[in-house]
């Protein structure tokens, strides 16, 4: 169970404590410690990026003051200025008192070591695939075989980005989203990348715009939340855009759409990869005879299956 404790100091008692605070606190480090204090007594949610209280901390107060997130150790013994004790106090005291997710807060995210701009338009970056796409897709995708892929539901187009960068320096990317709020932060990280003539952006419900298109990798990362987790998930995520997390009673709305329809943009070879993180278990459930190839990671992470086009055919023709 998730909770906030409400603050019940009057106003005049909180601007004495902020006054305390800033007079008090006089290093970075001061500031990250008080941090993670009040994150941990307000029971905040992490899950965004970091996972404990310190990591927040430290990424909320190195953005405050403009350093990188790799900045040593030994700069958290400086000492600020009064201006910066108020712009990080500020900061620090949004996240516990609108329990923004830092991404939010920063306007970026990491995702497979690549920096993206995100907002409140698109869903925060935090899939286990940026390790497979980090590793190349290995052992799953031969070195060369991929000439053309598909990042559907692409949100920030991370997932997009990363493997034209990292993955399949030489592939043609189509990112497609079904929200036009989503593909400008999209084009927004895409322009940053200078990706621009190899990252394609189509606004589409899935499938329906992509006409004959024919894909050697589909990767996807649906909405696939159901709804009681979504009724009980932390506040946290109600800054999130509802149409990038809620896949309907079960869960697996979309993801069943997907598997009914993507064989037919892939080529003979090709294959779809997809997480469908906590409904893997109701999917298994109702796919029994379906031979999925669920993908393990170093770094965690579960949900992530893999079907061939072929696998893919001849469940379209039972479904």
């Given at each position: 169970?998730?909770y906030f404790?409400?603050?019940s100091?009057?106003?005049?008692?909180?601007?004495d404590?902020?006054?305390d605070v800033i007079k008090t606190?006089?290093?970075?480090?001061d500031?990250?410690?008080?941090?993670?204090?009040?994150f941990?007594e307000?029971?905040?949610?992490?899950g965004?990026g970091t996972?404990?209280?310190?990591?927040?901390?430290?990424?909320l107060?190195?953005y405050a003051?403009h350093?990188l997130?790799?900045?040593?150790n030994g700069?958290?013994q400086m000492?600020l200025t009064?201006?910066?004790?108020?712009i990080?106090f500020?900061l620090l005291q949004?996240r516990?008192?609108?329990?923004?997710?830092?991404?939010?807060?920063?306007?970026?995210?990491?995702?497979?070591?690549?920096?993206?701009y995100?907002?409140?338009r698109?869903?925060i970056?935090?899939?286990?695939?940026a390790?497979?796409i980090e590793r190349?897709?290995?052992?799953?995708?031969?070195?060369?075989?991929?000439t053309?892929?598909?990042d559907?539901?692409?949100g920030?187009?991370?997932i997009a980005?990363a493997s034209?960068?990292?993955a399949?320096?030489e592939a043609e990317i189509?990112?497609?989203?079904i929200?036009?709020?989503?593909?400008?932060?999209a084009?927004?990280?895409i322009?940053?990348?200078?990706?621009e003539?190899?990252?394609h952006l189509i606004?589409?419900?899935?499938?329906s715009n992509?006409e004959?298109q024919?894909?050697?990798l589909?990767?996807?990362?649906p909405?696939?939340?159901?709804?009681?987790e979504?009724?009980?998930?932390?506040d946290?995520?109600?800054?999130?855009p509802?149409?990038g997390?809620a896949?309907?009673e079960d869960g697996?709305y979309f993801v069943?759409?997907?598997?009914?329809?993507?064989?037919?943009y892939?080529?003979?070879?090709?294959q779809?990869?997809?997480?469908v993180g906590?409904?893997?278990a109701?999917?298994i459930?109702?796919?029994p005879?379906t031979a999925?190839t669920?993908l393990e990671?170093?770094r965690?992470?579960e949900?992530?299956?893999?079907l061939a086009?072929e696998?893919?055919r001849?469940?379209a023709k039972?479904?």
């Open positions: 169970m998730f404790k409400k603050d100091k009057s106003p005049t008692a909180k601007k404590n902020e006054k606190l006089s290093t970075i480090g500031f990250i410690r008080w941090g993670a204090s009040q941990n307000a029971q905040l949610f992490f965004h996972d404990n209280a310190i990591d927040e901390a430290v990424v107060v190195l003051l350093l997130p790799d900045t040593p700069f958290w000492r009064t201006r910066e004790k108020q990080i500020n949004q516990v008192q609108q329990r923004i997710p830092a991404p939010y807060l920063t306007r970026e995210a990491w995702f497979a070591n690549l920096r993206f995100v907002d409140s698109v869903v970056p935090r899939s286990p695939l390790e497979l190349h897709f290995t052992p799953w995708v031969e070195d060369g075989k991929v053309r892929l598909l559907l539901c692409t920030s187009s991370c980005i034209a960068l990292l399949f320096p189509d990112a497609v989203d929200s036009a709020d989503a593909l400008v932060v084009q927004q990280n322009t940053y990348y200078g990706l003539q190899r990252v606004q589409s419900d899935l499938f992509l004959d024919k894909y050697d589909i990767v996807c990362n909405p696939y939340v159901d709804t009681e979504w009724r009980i998930m932390p946290e995520y109600q800054h999130e509802p149409s997390l896949g309907g697996l069943k759409r997907i598997l009914r329809e993507a064989f037919q892939l080529t003979s070879e090709g779809l990869i997809m997480e906590t409904s893997q109701a999917l459930e109702q796919y005879d999925f669920w990671f170093e965690g992470g949900g992530v299956f893999l086009a696998q893919l001849r469940l039972t479904s």
